[in-house]
């Protein structure tokens, strides 16, 4: 069969328009295609959107967890901290308020035969522990006796820091300081060696 | 620019032939569509649509004067197809003539129908529509004249019954003008292979009561006679009275080819009685007037 049309007799109108030329046919095809492309891009912009706005919750979420653990870790060290803190004052405490008896043994044993104490105070410092306020009052033996004295409470590892030394008559001395544990180490075995005897 | 032209360039209608555009065949004019094939004579209307598919439907006739058929059938018509459109073929009110000597210059065929005068010259009549086939082979060219009142008439009916035409044509004429086209295809075979020449041809050309016989010598047209509403299915008998003084007398190296429609029962049988010793090569089913509606 010819593939030439079947003739026409019809009354031809006059409007007819040709069809466009094949290769314009790309005009429609690219605008499908941006059609279909546009609408795909949407859907997956809104899929993603959709996706990062409950990624966005769920780390919203994770952030208010991690905050309130922070909060909770803060607050932990806090009360470690204080622990700590009271810790150290315990120890300080303890460190501070060592006994007082053998300085007032090394005190008394440091007088001389001719010397003898008429007050001996020692005051611990509320605040402070470790100082301890020393009030001694003796009579003969001098400078001489304060030097042995001293000496001996050295040797049991404390200085003497402010003092303040009065010689009265008679041979009277009073002297006041404030002595101060030194950390030696070696100086508790001599305590305990006098202990011992 | 309209709207309607962005819509059908988006909707690539603009890049498909317009459905009034007869320079474009059937099926590409209506891809996807649902059309109607009609099929007048005098006293018969037969119809066929065609699905979206391409596929034609069964055939239905009715009979009665066209007129007061396509006002009862229109609903009916109307939903099997997709906006209306129709091709509609007549078989009344025609004259298929052979003539000599026509102008064969580029368009002539278009030309004519618009300017009939410019080709046909002084055998041009007022209020007729023209088609013409020519003879490659000779001077010779078959005519198709019908009345332009007629046409107008149809047109008219249709569309006050809400119909579209997208074509009128003389169904008739298309048969005899495909199978002229086959013959000239065969012809050229023929004469490629070195056989021996087809020799005398009477071409017999039936659709719906009208009838249009062609005798060819060698590659020339000789003679046409054309008859409108000549038999009845039922009676055959006028058919034989205008085929017999031509076949008769025809020699044995000469073949009839007869293409026919369905309303003719026995004509290859009548053939064979009135010319016995002749070859009859019947392409009726090939070339049938339906088939040629829905695809050309």
């Not at chain 1, 007799?9 to 040709?18: A, F, Y």
């Not at chain 1, 043994?105 to 020692?122: C, F, P, T």
């Not at chain 2, 030309?111 to 086939?133: C, D, F, H, M, Q």
């Not at chain 2, 016989?213 to 054309?226: F, T």
Request: charged residues 25%; hydrophobic residues 35%.
């Amino acid at each position: 069969m010819s593939a030439k049309p079947f003739h026409d007799i019809k009354t031809e109108r006059q409007d007819i328009t040709r069809p466009l030329p094949r290769l314009l046919i790309l005009v429609p095809v690219m605008f499908c295609i941006s059609c279909v492309a546009a609408i795909a891009l949407n859907l997956l912009f809104f899929f993603k959107i959709k996706e990062s706005e409950a990624a966005k919750v769920e780390w919203q979420g994770k952030i208010e967890e991690e905050t309130l653990r922070k909060s909770e870790t803060e607050k932990q060290i806090g009360l470690i901290k204080d622990e700590d803190r009271r810790a150290k004052d315990v120890y300080d405490w303890a460190e501070g308020s060592r006994q007082i008896q053998p300085l007032a043994v090394g005190v008394a044993r440091s007088m001389g035969v001719k010397s003898s104490i008429e007050e001996l105070s020692l005051v611990r410092d509320m605040e402070n522990p470790h100082q301890i306020r020393i009030g001694l009052d003796f009579v003969n033996g001098g400078q001489k006796q304060l030097d042995s004295t001293l000496s001996a409470i050295n040797g049991l590892g404390y200085r003497a820091y402010s003092a303040n030394q009065t010689s009265g008559q008679g041979g009277q001395v009073d002297y006041q300081a404030t002595l101060i544990w030194q950390k030696v180490g070696n100086k508790n075995n001599n305590l305990s060696l006098n202990n011992n005897e | 620019m309209k709207l309607s032209d962005i819509t059908n360039v988006l909707s690539f209608a603009a890049f498909r032939p317009d459905p009034d555009d007869s320079s474009s065949i059937w099926r590409k004019r209506f891809p996807n569509r649902q059309t109607l094939l009609l099929n007048f004579s005098k006293e018969e209307v037969s119809w066929r649509s065609v699905s979206k598919d391409g596929v034609l439907g069964e055939e239905n006739s009715v009979v009665g004067p066209v007129k007061e058929v396509v006002q009862d059938m229109s609903d009916d018509w109307l939903d099997l197809t997709d906006g209306g459109w129709c091709a509609v073929s007549i078989n009344h009110r025609f004259v298929i003539s052979l003539e000599t000597n026509l102008t064969r210059k580029n368009g002539a065929s278009e030309l004519i129908r618009t300017n009939p005068k410019a080709v046909l010259g002084s055998k041009s009549e007022r209020g007729k529509r023209y088609a013409l086939k020519h003879n490659a082979e000779s001077n010779s060219s078959i005519l198709l004249a019908v009345d332009e009142d007629y046409i107008k008439e149809i047109e008219t009916l249709f569309k006050s019954s809400g119909l579209k035409v997208g074509r009128i044509c003389c169904g008739i004429y298309g048969m005899l003008s495909e199978s002229l086209d086959q013959i000239t295809e065969a012809q050229k075979d023929y004469n490629e292979n070195g056989s021996e020449p087809l020799g005398d041809i009477v071409l017999i050309t039936c659709c719906e009561g009208s009838v249009c016989i062609l005798k060819s010598d060698q590659e020339k047209w000789i003679e046409l006679r054309s008859r409108n509403s000549l038999y009845a299915q039922k009676d055959s008998e006028p058919l034989r009275k205008i085929i017999a003084p031509i076949v008769e007398d025809l020699g044995s190296n000469a073949q009839i080819v007869l293409s026919a429609d369905g309303a003719v029962e026995g004509i290859n049988q009548m053939l064979r009685e009135l010319a016995p010793n002749v070859r009859i090569n019947d392409m009726s089913d090939s070339y049938g007037l339906w088939s040629l509606l829905k695809n050309k």
